[in-house]
T-cell receptor
Framework: AQSVSQHNHHVILSEAASLELGCNYSYGGTVNLFWYVQYPGQHLQLLLKYFSGDPLVKGIKGFEAEFIKSKFSFNLRKPSVQWSDTAEYFCAVIPISGGYNKLIFGAGTRLAVHP | DGGITQSPKYLFRKEGQNVTLSCEQNLNHDAMYWYRQDPGQGLRLIYYSQIVNDFQKGDIAEGYSVSREKKESFPLTVTSAQKNPTAFYLC??????????FGPGTRLTVT
């Protein structure tokens, strides 16, 4: 079955530290890739997405992600985190097939940034 | 203001009662979705609808039912057959395989 794995369930960082959240998926074909973020008490919202083209994608709030097809990975990065980045982050994948294309979520990573 | 609204924000029910969660969107999206979010499990798809008057089961449809009589509305009923209904429920909509837009969610507690 198709699945998405997020390697870290909880991450704790100090402000200004660099962030990398891992995401791997299991599907050999074409995929659309997403990172969503859920700030405390807020809607789930899109950070960035990748459909095709340059595998290094820039999103909102200084986040970026790199699609490495050979590794089935779409890791999220930020060079210097802020306290306001405290949130839960979800990687999601749409495997593109002939029929209905379902969005599959990872289990999420809770990030806590300490001042 | 375009978006997705879900009501109510918090809902409490006694075991054995059916309860309906509302989801409305004014984004003119054809596709709508219901997810359940539990701690450490991400979002799991309950039902989805790609067009009015049509809907399909997702991964965890047992104990739930939906209807899609209007493009902008996709209510979810949590029936008494759902064994573990206490959860956070999220509604979303999209244009096919593009990003999904999420509502604020309804936290259902069944005692």
């Amino acid at each position: 079955a198709q699945s998405v794995s997020q390697h870290n369930h909880h991450v704790i960082l100090s402000e200004a530290a660099s962030l990398e959240l891992g995401c791997n998926y299991s599907y050999g074909g074409t995929v659309n890739l997403f990172w969503y973020v859920q700030y405390p008490g807020q809607h789930l919202q899109l950070l960035l997405k990748y459909f095709s083209g340059d595998p290094l994608v820039k999103g909102i709030k200084g986040f970026e992600a790199e699609f490495i097809k050979s590794k089935f990975s779409f890791n999220l990065r930020k060079p210097s985190v802020q306290w306001s980045d405290t949130a839960e982050y979800f990687c999601a994948v749409i495997p593109i097939s002939g029929g209905y294309n379902k969005l599959i979520f990872g289990a999420g990573t809770r990030l806590a940034v300490h001042p | 203001d375009g978006g997705i609204t879900q009501s109510p924000k918090y809902l409490f029910r006694k075991e054995g009662q059916n309860v309906t969660l509302s989801c409305e969107q004014n984004l003119n999206h054809d596709a709508m979705y219901w997810y359940r979010q539990d701690p450490g499990q991400g979002l799991r798809l309950i039902y989805y609808s790609q067009i009015v008057n049509d809907f399909q089961k997702g991964d965890i449809a047992e104990g739930y039912s939906v209807s899609r009589e209007k493009k902008e509305s996709f209510p979810l009923t949590v029936t008494s057959a759902q064994k573990n209904p206490t959860a956070f429920y999220l509604c979303a909509s999209s244009i096919r395989t593009d990003e999904q837009y999420f509502g604020p969610g309804t936290r259902l507690t069944v005692t």
